[in-house]
DNA sequence: CACGGATATTAACCTGTGTCAGCACGTTTC
DNA sequence: GAAACGTGCTGACACAGGTTAATATCCGTG
């Protein structure tokens, strides 16, 4: 199902199998978006939420000389702009980073299931404020860390995300981002996410290469990036994927 | 009424007499908090949450050697915890900046409110997204602005935030903050925003005193610092205090 | 296979911010 | 009124990361 990856491991919101297909039947439409198109603009108001089927996407605010920061990206099974339920505009874009596909539910189908179903409702609510969570450890990681700490951190997070979605064994993950994309993560610049990466490739924390990253050690990793998973609220009393607990611990 | 100021001038979301009647009536304890004590500690279960009457609060994670990282502040008016209610347990600590005057709300209460008026749920939920969009603008912040951009944009934000609470004038407004508070939250050193705030004075930016901060020009300082309040969801047709709608445009 | 465009890489140089060290001032405490 | 402390302030120096520029490599396309 589309909704198979939404909320995940979550500590305590697992959702119940009715209301995986409660939600299923809210999807009115699945499109496929060529990489590197804007989803979503800043300032248009929103009927419909996007659920992040397959592919990355990215949320970002354009500076004035049109350098861009990201503010989060997005995984499989990430209900993307949810926000955009209570909030009906958006302060920032949406758009794709590799080809990607989505699953659209309108508002209206949400009214209906929240009204029906409460628990569901707090638990949509839930998965908004974890994108909230991780914003603070981004905010956490520009102000603190240092530009290999901040790359560290970064694939650390993305390690933990994408091994929630099924999509890394703890080790290696595909994941299709430039290096002027980790820049503009980590607010830095494309030259020095360069130099950065060539250090941690010769120090044997991680290789990164634009469609594969390859972490032979995640706990050294973890350390370099000061990274505490705490925060993605990742439930490890379940059956994860083989390498989970001991990535994210 | 203590909840007076929760949501007030929030675009499309100011709570109707009764709601707030209601929402008045689920505070069970309001106490006041010295300066600098800690309200909320990092991954301790949580059965309540805390609604900001008087004073500046923080929320803050810490690196390894101690260093923090703000990754907001709460004014007057603001759920500071809200998040706590479908999370359970936070992943940072809250503290108090300036003595403080909190209102306790426990979740028992809002579990009866929502079951009542799903509407006021859905304006609980919108104002935890709000402090998303301010970490999405904080993320901006320190990613792609230089060092007095950094501070101008915080004072620029803080200016509008209190002018919606009613405690700035839009150019002058009292704040309990320390240089080194500043740091925390700009991601810098103190001794460095003590060079920025000189030549923020120098220049007629602003001036900076622990306990007062005064903008000659408003609009001037959110140039520098490429402040655009959009992300605070401001209402700008009701009436609002005297000089907001010029300050935050 | 040649081409063009995006991405990656490297070098040389520059600058914003951090670090270290010290002093000044106001407030509290005794 | 002296001591102790927190906060503000300043100068000298170091360095992480930005800037500019040029080249290399990859990959899709005709």
Known sequence: MFTDRFL?????????????????????????????????RAGHELDHSTLLIEGILSRYIDDRQGLRQLVAIHVPGDFVDLHAYPLKVLDHDVATMTAATIAIVPHSELDAVIAERPQLGRK?????????????????????????????????ETNARLLSAGLSDGHRF????????????????NIHVNRVLRQMRED?????????????????????????????????????PSAITKAVS
Chains 1, 2 share one sequence.
């Open 174 to 189: 595909a994941l299709g981002l430039t290096q002027t994309d980790l820049a503009e993560i980590c607010g830095l610049t």
């Open 8 to 40: 995940r491991y979550k500590r305590g919101v697992s959702l119940f199998p009715d209301e995986r297909v409660r939600l299923e039947a809210s999807i009115t439409e699945v499109q496929t978006i060529e990489p590197r198109k804007i989803v979503v």
């Open 124 to 156: 949509l609510w839930f998965s908004t404020l974890i994108d909230a969570a991780i914003h603070r450890a981004w905010l956490f990681r520009l102000g603190r860390l240092d530009a290999m700490g901040r790359v560290a951190h970064f694939l650390c």
């Open 204 to 240: 044997g924390l991680c290789v990164f290469r634009s469609s594969l990253v390859e972490i032979p050690d995640p706990e050294r990793l973890a350390a370099r990036g000061q990274f505490d998973p705490a925060y993605l609220y990742i439930d490890d009393t379940q059956a994860l």
